[in-house]
């Protein structure tokens, strides 16, 4: 199989008969073996019962249903670990996304890249979508040290490797090529064409700004301190310990020299600073007891599936 293409979908069903139309355009002329694995993400429409229908008229397609809606990460990260292909390509449903731009990505593979994420450069969504996403992906560039203009375009091409080793959990599916520059692998963008939704409304808000800069908080503490939480909580616990013996020490000397000491604010601090000490190395025990347990394998709730 050369080709495995990826796409979460929610409520599209109106959109995906033409979508499908454009994918066989847009692979067919290229002779490359592929599938289409779609994950139907909780949808409250007909969407499954179209993906169905599909089902009989194009065989290279194998469809989930999810029994809830999931989010997007949950649906990428059961398409990744189903997918055949020495290539994956991830897209959207909405028929924003051009699936022509495909082959060109893989194109770009070939030149020794493991990843390439789309670019919409000409962006044709309101602007309270538009400038908080450009906030977002400076700031994400900033932080994580991979300058990417579009952090959140859904059309990516990988190779293999790259999916099967990328955990995805949460919202983290905006982070992937984060998460890719950090294990080692080649990351760069292509620009391409964004179109205007045509049915269907779109399932994210303004909110998605506050849930993101939250999730890339999350990233950058599990990148750093996953394998080893106590090194974190840990500093903390010995600056406190030390601000609250400083602070202790102080007092000491002046009961040895005046024999009287008073309860002053100061004080009550030092016991503060002493007890948040223990609490913050306590806490980072806990995380490297649990964290020697390892983490559970992820499950699914597949409602439906065709193979």
């Excluded at 789309?118 to 602007?127: A, V």
């Excluded at 024999?259 to 601090?269: D, E, S």
């Excluded at 948040?276 to 306590?282: A, E, H, N």
């Amino acid at each position: 199989m050369d080709l495995s293409l990826v796409i979460p979908v929610k409520e599209e069903a109106e959109n995906l008969p033409e979508l499908f139309k454009e994918i066989v355009a847009a692979i067919g002329p290229t002779q490359m073996t592929y599938e289409v694995i779609v994950i139907d993400d909780g949808s409250r429409d007909n969407t499954w019962e179209v993906i169905e229908n599909l089902a009989k008229e194009y065989s290279f397609l194998r469809g989930f249903r999810f029994q809830y809606n999931c989010g997007k990460a949950a649906g990428l990260s059961l398409g990744f670990s189903e997918a055949k292909g020495r290539y994956v390509a991830t897209l959207d449903g909405d028929l924003q996304d051009d699936p022509r731009e495909i082959p060109k990505m893989i194109d770009i593979l070939n030149t020794g890249y493991d990843l390439v994420s789309g670019w919409k450069i000409r962006r044709l969504d309101p602007w309270h979508k538009t400038w908080p996403s450009k906030l977002f992906n400076l700031t994400v560039s900033a932080v994580c040290g991979k300058r990417l203009h579009d952090f959140n375009c859904g059309i990516k091409a990988y190779r293999s490797a790259v999916v099967k080793h990328i955990p995805l959990y949460g919202d983290y599916h905006r982070f992937i090529p984060v998460m890719a520059k950090w294990q080692g692998y080649k990351v760069t963008e292509k620009p391409v064409e964004h179109r205007a939704r045509i049915h269907g409304v779109s399932k994210y808000g303004v909110s998605r700004l506050v849930s993101g800069f939250l999730d890339l908080i999350s990233l950058v503490f599990m990148q750093k301190f996953a394998n080893k939480p106590l090194h974190f909580f840990g500093v903390l616990g010995l600056i406190f310990i030390l601000l609250g013996l400083g602070i202790g020490c102080n007092f000491a000397v002046e009961w040895v020299q005046t024999g009287a000491l008073h309860v002053r604010p100061l004080l009550l601090l030092a016991g503060f600073s002493a007890v948040m000490g223990v609490q913050f190395v306590s806490l980072g025990l806990l995380a490297e007891m649990v964290n020697g347990n390892g983490r559970k394998q992820q499950s699914y709730p597949i409602a439906e599936r065709i193979l």
